[in-house]
């Protein structure tokens, strides 16, 4: 019961800091840092997590999210629009924008969760979001099943909006977490990302060669 009180919590937060649009990325940002530590039991307070990520990562949740957010409504214009003209060029053309936006979605899916986690720029961030994207394409296609499915389930009773996004993230979160456990704090390869530490946890001594004093507290 506690969990869902506190999905619901994430969904409302999540909900209110996306209504000027251009803080989608960083309010996405905040709900996956938040859900991740719920997965991985390192949350005391979700609210707490969900301010601390938005407040560190808003200017570059923001300069990921905005550029991401206009190529995908680029990429289902172009592909409305081919459906509604018929066959021919166009149909390989909607094949064509239907292919990047299904690349377009694998990055999306992964590239909040590791601005949440890792102290990356958004170049590297895109990157290795499609690289983990690909290793992972079972979890990745599951990923995408869920947000379907959820999608929608809120087309059909439009009311579910305040609890179902948080499902989908926290969901997704577990997905994640069990993807990145190679990559975590602790791990022998985790110089890749070179993450920063988790609350309650320090990094392996090898991470602490590479990660600079000044940042190494702050994700």
């Keep these: 019961m506690g969990n869902i009180f506190d999905i619901f919590i994430l969904n409302t937060l999540w909900l209110i800091c996306c209504i000027p ?11 996956y840092y938040a859900a991740i530590n719920l997965a991985r039991g390192e949350s005391s307070s979700v609210s707490r997590d969900f301010f601390r990520s938005f407040k560190q990562n808003f200017k570059q949740g923001v300069f990921l999210g905005i550029p991401l957010l206009l190529l995908g409504l680029f990429l289902v214009a172009d592909i409305r629009m081919c459906y509604r003209s018929g066959t021919g060029i166009y149909s390989f053309f909607m094949v064509f924008f239907a292919v990047i936006f299904l690349f377009w979605m694998f990055t999306v899916l ?7 986690k890792f102290d990356k720029k958004n170049k590297d961030i895109v990157i290795w979001a499609f690289v983990l994207s690909i290793k992972n394409l079972g979890r990745t296609l599951l990923m995408i099943v869920v947000l379907v499915f959820g999608l929608w389930v809120c087309h059909i009773l439009t009311g579910l ?30 110089e ?28």
């Design 110 to 116: 992964y590239a909040f969760p590791l601005l949440a």
């Design 21 to 31: 649009v251009f803080t989608i990325g960083p309010s996405t940002t905040a709900c």
């Design 192 to 219: 890749e990302l070179k993450p920063l530490s988790f609350e309650g946890e320090m990094p392996s001594s090898s991470t602490e060669q590479i990660v600079d004093e000044d940042t190494s507290s702050e994700k």
């Design 161 to 190: 909006i305040f609890i179902v996004p948080g499902l989908i993230i926290t969901c997704h979160s577990r997905l994640f977490a069990s993807a990145l456990k190679a990559y975590l704090p602790g791990a022998s390869n985790d």
